[in-house]
């Protein structure tokens, strides 16, 4: 991000379920990140399935209406 970090936006950002895909893998970062309110933080690289799985499982905690969500050619049902 160009003006500030994810940690940052996190504290500006209001109820939305938060996945952290980031490069910061130190184990510091990760307990920030979740700590922040973030329900789930994923270091790259990662395999788009990983990705796609872990969409799904924060979909069913927040009980979404949407039953297909669909990013970068990715869909999810």
């Known amino acids: 991000l160009p003006d500030m970090d994810g940690f ?4 500006q950002i209001g109820d939305v379920p938060v996945i952290y895909v980031t490069a910061r893998d130190e184990v510091t ?3 920030r990140g979740l700590n922040s309110g973030a329900e789930d933080y994923i270091v790259k690289p990662f395999a788009m399935e990983e990705l796609v799985a872990r969409v799904q499982v924060v ?4 009980h979404r ?4 969500f669909a990013i970068d050619g990715v869909r999810v049902d």
Do not use: N, Y
């Not at 209406?65 to 297909?68: D, G, T, V």
């Open 8 to 11: 940052q936006v996190m504290e």
């Open 29 to 31: 970062d990760r307990v």
């Open 59 to 62: 979909l069913r905690r927040f």
């Open 65 to 68: 209406e949407e039953k297909i």
